[in-house]
């Protein structure tokens, strides 16, 4: 099931995102994330936009959500999205639905461009939004660095047609 995300997930999402915080360079964030500063990110993100959570019989495996891609006002119709899984439910089918959701609700809103940035390298992450029909726009090389390594950050782009 595939629903917005509310205060009583902040616990699970934060057990997601901190598994890949701690042992990956999918995010670029260096300490673990409190529920209660999740649940802050959370509210945030939904006073404008999405974040919605995959639930599999009763637990979050997974979620996604857009955020403000830049401050300056005219970007307001482009958009940064993100998608993490738990452990253990990659393949299943989970990511496409919640993706798939997540643009569709970008795109009743009036978002118009999505960027999705994937630190490099992740042949996984690059293959599915060439799979949800994102296009690849560049490379910015080693503007990360974690685990003693600099990390290059591949973009990806989905623009909604004008109607």
């Not at 915080?21 to 999740?38: G, I, K, L, Q, S």
């Not at 006002?73 to 738990?86: F, Q």
């Not at 299943?92 to 959701?101: P, R, T, V």
């Not at 390298?121 to 990360?144: Q, R």
Request: aromatic share 14%; proline share 3%; with cysteine.
């Amino acid at each position: 099931m595939i629903r917005s995300a509310n205060i009583k997930d902040a616990q699970a999402i934060a057990d997601i995102y901190n598994y890949f915080v701690m042992n990956t360079v999918v995010t670029f964030e260096e300490e673990p994330v409190t529920p209660d500063e999740m649940w802050n990110r959370i509210k945030e993100v939904q006073e404008k936009y999405c974040w919605l959570v995959y639930e599999a019989e009763g637990k979050v495996v997974g979620y996604a959500y857009a955020g403000k891609w830049k401050v300056r006002s005219a970007y307001k119709h482009t958009v940064e999205s993100s998608i993490y899984l738990a452990p253990g439910n990659e393949g299943k089918g989970i990511g496409k639905k919640l993706y798939a959701e997540l643009i569709a609700q970008l795109k009743a809103l009036g978002i118009h461009a999505i960027i999705g940035g994937v630190a490099q390298p992740n042949a996984v992450s690059d293959k599915f939004h060439e799979t949800m029909n994102f296009k690849k726009i560049g490379e910015f090389i080693e503007v990360g660095y974690k685990f003693n390594n600099w990390v290059n950050v591949r973009y990806w782009e989905l623009i909604f047609p004008q109607q």
